[in-house]
């Protein structure tokens, strides 16, 4: 072997090492943070002679070794959990390889802060003794500072921070970072300017966000000189999971007793019951997590840190009384915080700070407090305490990685804690524009219409109350007006938001001019998303039920989204300039509970009172990859989706079908109607197509078997199948003799009626039939019998599957349709494991075979609370994957990128 060989052969070795060492610090952290037995030992350790859980004593007879065995023991099974195929001892030489590591580099840690060896003496094994250090190497290897002054993710690590993030609270450690970079004497300042200086430092290394952005030059390029356009977020599902944490410390009554107050009793299953998937949820979390002990714990969260506060202010030789315990612990507890706070940061400072900066100046406080030999032992596991409760609050408001499908977004969307604090809109823009960044330039805003106009009126006035509020602001969050005027109505609020927009002159001449253009990039946009959401008793009576059975399958959602979307037009036919508002119209929630057969008349209702733009979630959860196509093809032609619509997600035509079926394990179980219609529009897509004659046969066999086995009916042919499955965009609560209502959209409705019966009569009452309209119990009943369908014995073979996909993408296609993408949400809702294999390389041209349509992609955040992630880091991830995908393929990733960035200027709404 030549030299060179060699010592290539040496680098790729070192950098494999450094790799699989960055892997492993990342999931000994992720490890420890999750380390519920921890919690529990602490808990029992930690005591006070008052009775009260406020100033711990955790070193104490043999206290400090109960709970470090404990920790040691949660550690190993939490990685037991994480790598399952390996050996105990391989997992045992993993963390003891990375403590050694970490060890070695504490003496280095408190050498530079002039402390000869770590105030705590942490041993290398006691990594709760190790949090400092732990944090600071965390920092060192993700974290770099931009050439804007703000806090970056390094890319080449962006998919591996992600996945800590999941579980690290990533506040803890870019505050690490921050306090590596700032002394003790800048932090305790005596003028006033210079902690105004100081500020305005921090401010621009948080950027009004918890989460980091990239440090890539061409997306700083592409974002300022573009400027990224959201075409797909969620207003609610929006804030960042630590902030809901900032307003839990302060307002814990407010905040968990939401959770609280909720009942615990709803079913989440849609085929048996299956329980309270919230409750659930907090079993996922810890064994022994219920809502009350959550209410506790951030309780004891709360008197944690005003204890380290406390430690920091009694440093500074100020004394502060303990809280006195009377009735209400609880709000003893909050009112001593409260204290704290107002000593440590005076009235006049916290005016100059964010909500993000308030909380990172504390931490850097403690942690310096910590490397100054100020906090001792007992403080240093009350952090490591205080941190663990605040990861596992966190962990319940985003979606972890072990925790696939939509089924387990909804319950952190159902979990209630989110709502307190996001009953105001503010602060959402400003994490969304990201102060001096200002990387984003336009949002649609989803939010879901109410049953009334006046209820709904009254959402969009806290949406634009919040916007206006943001407008009136400059890029430090200093209000540029001293106020922003009032309004007597929402048309009134309408014109003072497009004043500070446009700095348009008022229509009122009593109102005085806007004073400026607001000096915010971000514009907003807002779309109605009505939701997909199933009634169990109405569903169970109408398949197993002799009688009582409702007018049609779904009529309460039916009827329900129906009167929202009138309230909806009704508001905007009586509010001036509403129309240029309300910028297009979608349909969210979990696509299992409805199809877009339900949301039909909606849309054709809202394209009568003048919108023109829609979109749809489809194809993102599904039984079958056929399911999932068979959506997104409903979308398009039940709601007749034209040039400049788009449709949401759109995953199951990205997929590969061969590791698709990996993934379920080879086989699928599901209702014998939905395998029915899979293969029914499967069988219609490939005859329209021209494609794999050879199959049809077969598919026609099944067709014509599981038809039989629920109606018994030897005249349903295939064909007439096929053109019954054409009408389901029709009403079925609105009937032929409809057509005299004075509704005129209503009579619309009927006339389509009307037309089928003229027309295709059989085709028609088959249609009736599958409402339950002539059909018998028994019948429907059959229809909801489980089928099971497997790799082996599926009439679609993987390449028709995949033929099926070209076929959708060549209808969105001809119809000029876009698809939004959504890395993160994708990631953790699908069968991904990361983002290196996501699906819209297969789009982009990134994949080992080149999808034959061009597909027009949008890239959008979805909840950016609940994935941890924001449009920016959306770009990002994908950039990543399409490198990864296309390696040596020659693909020019910055010229995709910028074809998506005008692809989202040109299709959003």
């Given at each position: 072997?030549?030299?060179?060989?060699?010592?290539?052969?040496?680098?790729?070795?070192?950098?494999?090492?450094?790799?699989?060492?960055?892997?492993?610090?990342?999931?000994?952290?992720?490890?420890?943070?999750?380390?519920?037995?921890?919690?529990?030992?602490?808990?029992?350790?930690?005591?006070?002679?008052?009775?009260?859980?406020?100033?711990?004593?955790?070193?104490?007879?043999?206290?400090?070794?109960?709970?470090?065995?404990?920790?040691?023991?949660?550690?190993?099974?939490?990685?037991?959990?994480?790598?399952?195929?390996?050996?105990?001892?391989?997992?045992?030489?993993?963390?003891?390889?990375?403590?050694?590591?970490?060890?070695?580099?504490?003496?280095?840690?408190?050498?530079?802060?002039?402390?000869?060896?770590?105030?705590?003496?942490?041993?290398?094994?006691?990594?709760?003794?190790?949090?400092?250090?732990?944090?600071?190497?965390?920092?060192?290897?993700?974290?770099?500072?931009?050439?804007?002054?703000?806090?970056?993710?390094?890319?080449?690590?962006?998919?591996?921070?992600?996945?800590?993030?999941?579980?690290?609270?990533?506040?803890?450690?870019?505050?690490?970072?921050?306090?590596?970079?700032?002394?003790?004497?800048?932090?305790?300042?005596?003028?006033?300017?210079?902690?105004?200086?100081?500020?305005?430092?921090?401010?621009?290394?948080?950027?009004?966000?918890?989460?980091?952005?990239?440090?890539?030059?061409?997306?700083?390029?592409?974002?300022?000189?573009?400027?990224?356009?959201?075409?797909?977020?969620?207003?609610?599902?929006?804030?960042?999971?630590?902030?809901?944490?900032?307003?839990?410390?302060?307002?814990?009554?407010?905040?968990?007793?939401?959770?609280?107050?909720?009942?615990?009793?709803?079913?989440?299953?849609?085929?048996?019951?299956?329980?309270?998937?919230?409750?659930?949820?907090?079993?996922?979390?810890?064994?022994?997590?219920?809502?009350?002990?959550?209410?506790?714990?951030?309780?004891?969260?709360?008197?944690?840190?005003?204890?380290?506060?406390?430690?920091?202010?009694?440093?500074?030789?100020?004394?502060?009384?303990?809280?006195?315990?009377?009735?209400?612990?609880?709000?003893?507890?909050?009112?001593?915080?409260?204290?704290?706070?107002?000593?440590?940061?005076?009235?006049?400072?916290?005016?100059?700070?964010?909500?993000?900066?308030?909380?990172?100046?504390?931490?850097?406080?403690?942690?310096?407090?910590?490397?100054?030999?100020?906090?001792?032992?007992?403080?240093?596991?009350?952090?490591?305490?205080?941190?663990?409760?605040?990861?596992?609050?966190?962990?319940?408001?985003?979606?972890?990685?072990?925790?696939?499908?939509?089924?387990?977004?909804?319950?952190?969307?159902?979990?209630?804690?989110?709502?307190?604090?996001?009953?105001?809109?503010?602060e959402r823009f400003r994490q969304i524009e990201r102060g001096h960044q200002r990387g984003v330039s336009y949002v649609e805003g989803r939010f879901a219409p109410k049953a009334s106009p006046a209820a709904t009126a009254d959402l969009i006035g806290q949406i634009l109350?919040?916007?206006?509020?943001?407008?009136?602001?400059?890029?430090?969050?200093?209000?540029?007006?001293?106020?922003?005027?009032?309004?007597?109505?929402?048309?009134?609020?309408?014109?003072?938001?497009?004043?500070?927009?446009?700095?348009?002159?008022?229509?009122?001449?009593?109102?005085?001019?806007?004073?400026?253009?607001?000096?915010?990039?971000?514009?907003?946009?807002?779309?109605?998303?009505?939701?997909?959401?199933?009634?169990?008793?109405?569903?169970?009576?109408?398949?197993?039920?002799?009688?009582?059975?409702?007018?049609?399958?779904?009529?309460?959602?039916?009827?329900?989204?129906?009167?929202?979307?009138?309230?909806?037009?009704?508001?905007?036919?009586?509010?001036?300039?509403?129309?240029?508002?309300?910028?297009?119209?979608?349909?969210?929630?979990?696509?299992?509970?409805?199809?877009?057969?339900?949301?039909?008349?909606?849309?054709?209702?809202?394209?009568?009172?003048?919108?023109?733009?829609?979109?749809?979630?489809?194809?993102?959860?599904?039984?079958?990859?056929?399911?999932?196509?068979?959506?997104?093809?409903?979308?398009?032609?039940?709601?007749?989706?034209?040039?400049?619509?788009?449709?949401?997600?759109?995953?199951?035509?990205?997929?590969?079908?061969?590791?698709?079926?990996?993934?379920?394990?080879?086989?699928?179980?599901?209702?014998?109607?939905?395998?029915?219609?899979?293969?029914?529009?499967?069988?219609?897509?490939?005859?329209?197509?021209?494609?794999?004659?050879?199959?049809?046969?077969?598919?026609?066999?099944?067709?014509?078997?599981?038809?039989?086995?629920?109606?018994?009916?030897?005249?349903?042919?295939?064909?007439?199948?096929?053109?019954?499955?054409?009408?389901?965009?029709?009403?079925?609560?609105?009937?032929?003799?409809?057509?005299?209502?004075?509704?005129?959209?209503?009579?619309?409705?009927?006339?389509?009626?009307?037309?089928?019966?003229?027309?295709?009569?059989?085709?028609?009452?088959?249609?009736?039939?599958?409402?339950?309209?002539?059909?018998?119990?028994?019948?429907?009943?059959?229809?909801?019998e489980e089928v099971v369908v497997s790799m082996d014995s599926d009439v679609l073979r993987p390449r028709d599957l995949r033929l099926l996909q070209?076929?959708?993408?060549?209808?969105?296609?001809?119809?000029?349709?876009?698809?939004?993408?959504?890395?993160?949400?994708?990631?953790?809702?699908?069968?991904?494991?990361?983002?290196?294999?996501?699906?819209?390389?297969?789009?982009?041209?990134?994949?080992?075979?080149?999808?034959?349509?061009?597909?027009?992609?949008?890239?959008?955040?979805?909840?950016?609370?609940?994935?941890?992630?924001?449009?920016?880091?959306?770009?990002?991830?994908?950039?990543?994957?399409?490198?990864?995908?296309?390696?040596?393929?020659?693909?020019?990733?910055?010229?995709?990128?910028?074809?998506?960035?005008?692809?989202?200027?040109?299709?959003?709404?």
């Open positions: 072997m030549s030299f060179r060989a060699m010592s290539s052969s040496a680098e790729e070795l070192l950098a494999h090492e450094a790799a699989f060492d960055a892997r492993a610090l990342v999931d000994l952290a992720k490890c420890a943070f999750a380390d519920t037995d921890s919690i529990l030992s602490l808990e029992r350790t930690a005591n006070d002679s008052s009775g009260m859980p406020l100033a711990w004593s955790y070193v104490k007879r043999d206290a400090g070794s109960a709970w470090a065995r404990a920790h040691a023991a949660g550690r190993f099974r939490q990685m037991r959990r994480l790598y399952p195929v390996l050996t105990d001892e391989a997992v045992e030489n993993q963390i003891s390889r990375t403590l050694r590591r970490l060890q070695s580099s504490s003496s280095t840690f408190w050498r530079q802060r002039g402390v000869s060896a770590s105030p705590t003496g942490g041993s290398s094994t006691h990594s709760p003794l190790l949090l400092p250090e732990l944090l600071a190497r965390l920092a060192a290897m993700f974290l770099c500072e931009g050439r804007d002054g703000s806090i970056r993710v390094r890319i080449r690590h962006l998919s591996l921070w992600q996945d800590l993030i999941l579980v690290v609270p990533p506040l803890l450690i870019t505050s690490a970072f921050i306090a590596e970079r700032i002394g003790p004497d800048q932090m305790n300042a005596s003028t006033f300017a210079d902690q105004q200086a100081l500020v305005e430092r921090f401010s621009r290394w948080f950027c009004d966000s918890t989460l980091p952005v990239d440090d890539d030059p061409f997306l700083d390029h592409l974002s300022t000189v573009e400027g990224f356009d959201e075409t797909h977020m969620h207003l609610n599902g929006t804030t960042e999971a630590e902030k809901i944490w900032f307003d839990a410390l302060e307002r814990p009554q407010q905040v968990v007793g939401r959770l609280l107050a909720r009942p615990l009793s709803r079913d989440s299953g849609l085929s048996v019951p299956i329980g309270d998937g919230v409750a659930r949820l907090l079993l996922q979390e810890d064994g022994a997590l219920s809502p009350d002990k959550l209410m506790q714990r951030t309780l004891d969260a709360v008197g944690l840190k005003a204890w380290l506060l406390q430690s920091v202010v009694s440093a500074r030789g100020y004394s502060l009384t303990r809280p006195v315990v009377g009735r209400d612990a609880a709000a003893s507890v909050v009112t001593w915080y409260r204290q704290t706070l107002t000593a440590l940061l005076p009235s006049p400072l916290v005016k100059e700070m964010s909500r993000v900066v308030r909380e990172a100046w504390q931490l850097v406080l403690i942690y310096q407090g910590i490397a100054l030999g100020h906090l001792g032992s007992n403080q240093q596991v009350a952090l490591w305490h205080y941190a663990l409760l605040r990861a596992q609050f966190c962990r319940l408001l985003v979606q972890q990685a072990p925790h696939k499908g939509f089924d387990q977004f909804q319950y952190i969307t159902l979990n209630e804690l989110r709502e307190e604090t996001e009953k105001t809109y503010a109350r919040g916007y206006l509020e943001f407008l009136s602001e400059d890029a430090k969050g200093h209000k540029q007006n001293a106020s922003v005027g009032t309004y007597r109505s929402l048309s009134d609020l309408l014109q003072m938001v497009r004043e500070h927009e446009e700095f348009a002159a008022p229509n009122d001449p009593a109102r005085p001019r806007a004073p400026q253009r607001s000096s915010r990039r971000l514009r907003l946009g807002l779309v109605p998303h009505f939701i997909k959401q199933s009634n169990a008793k109405e569903r169970d009576a109408f398949f197993n039920a002799t009688h009582l059975r409702a007018a049609c399958r779904e009529a309460a959602l039916r009827a329900e989204t129906d009167q929202r979307a009138r309230a909806l037009v009704a508001l905007i036919q009586m509010t001036s300039g509403l129309e240029s508002l309300i910028r297009g119209i979608d349909a969210a929630s979990n696509e299992r509970h409805a199809g877009p057969e339900v949301f039909a008349p909606t849309y054709r209702r809202m394209r009568r009172a003048g919108i023109v733009r829609f979109t749809y979630h489809a194809g993102e959860d599904f039984a079958h990859l056929a399911s999932g196509l068979r959506a997104m093809t409903e979308a398009v032609l039940f709601l007749d989706l034209s040039a400049g619509c788009r449709l949401g997600h759109g995953t199951a035509a990205g997929l590969n079908p061969k590791r698709w079926w990996r993934t379920t394990g080879g086989t699928v179980v599901m209702a014998t109607e939905d395998r029915l219609d899979d293969l029914v529009v499967a069988r219609e897509l490939l005859l329209q197509a021209r494609l794999a004659f050879e199959q049809l046969p077969l598919i026609d066999a099944e067709i014509h078997r599981l038809s039989m086995r629920i109606w018994d009916d030897p005249r349903l042919t295939p064909d007439l199948l096929a053109s019954a499955w054409k009408l389901r965009s029709l009403d079925p609560l609105v009937r032929a003799n409809d057509h005299v209502d004075v509704d005129p959209h209503r009579q619309a409705e009927a006339l389509l009626h009307l037309s089928a019966i003229r027309t295709e009569p059989s085709v028609y009452a088959h249609f009736l039939r599958r409402h339950g309209i002539n059909a018998s119990a028994a019948e429907l009943r059959r229809a909801r070209h076929v959708v993408l060549k209808l969105l296609h001809d119809r000029r349709v876009a698809i939004e993408t959504l890395p993160s949400s994708n990631v953790r809702i699908s069968i991904h494991e990361n983002y290196e294999h996501h699906h819209a390389g297969y789009w982009l041209g990134a994949g080992k075979k080149m999808v034959p349509t061009p597909v027009r992609v949008v890239v959008g955040s979805d909840d950016p609370g609940i994935f941890a992630t924001g449009l920016r880091n959306e770009y990002a991830h994908l950039q990543n994957s399409l490198e990864s995908q296309a390696k040596d393929r020659g693909l020019d990733v910055g010229n995709v990128l910028r074809r998506i960035c005008t692809e989202a200027k040109l299709y959003r709404f």
